[in-house]
């Protein structure tokens, strides 16, 4: 079992940047993909971003691309996503997921691919 907590959101304005952080507990996260998904009111969830296992490889949504950077620590068991600049249609709750890389393909942008999730924390961008 592996626990995943999210920290980092807040209350920004428009083209400043935040640094959402995931912390594993239960299990090394070593064999495992990462990524973060988001959930705006009213939408349906969102994948973000995800890393390989050996953070070698990253894979991004269009709409994040090149302004978004997946990262991971396998040492300190954490992953990260720096966020930068933000706009007013990233707000969202974003979750932090993990599965075990022999468990899917890459790379995994559907939700129902992964099979532990964090409680997600509130990211809200003003104008």
């Known amino acids: 079992q592996v626990k995943l907590v999210e920290s980092g959101g807040g209350l920004v304005q428009a083209g400043d940047s935040l640094r959402l952080s995931c912390a594993a507990s239960?299990?090394?996260?070593?064999?495992?993909?990462m990524a973060w998904f988001r959930q705006a009111p009213g939408k349906e969830r969102e994948f973000v971003a995800a890393?390989?296992?050996?953070?070698?490889?990253?894979y991004y949504a269009g709409s994040v691309k090149g302004r978004f950077f997946i990262s991971r620590d396998n040492d300190k068991n954490t992953a990260h996503l720096e966020m930068n600049p933000l706009k007013p249609e990233d707000t969202a709750v974003y979750y932090c997921?993990?599965?075990?890389?022999?468990?899917?393909?890459?790379?995994?942008?559907?939700?129902?691919?992964?099979?532990?999730w964090g409680q997600g924390t509130q990211v809200t961008v003003s104008t």
């Open positions: 997921a993990a599965v075990d890389w022999l468990r899917t393909s890459w790379p995994p942008t559907a939700g129902d691919e992964y099979t532990y």
């Open positions: 239960g299990r090394t996260i070593v064999n495992y993909y």
């Open positions: 890393v390989t296992h050996t953070g070698g490889s990253t």
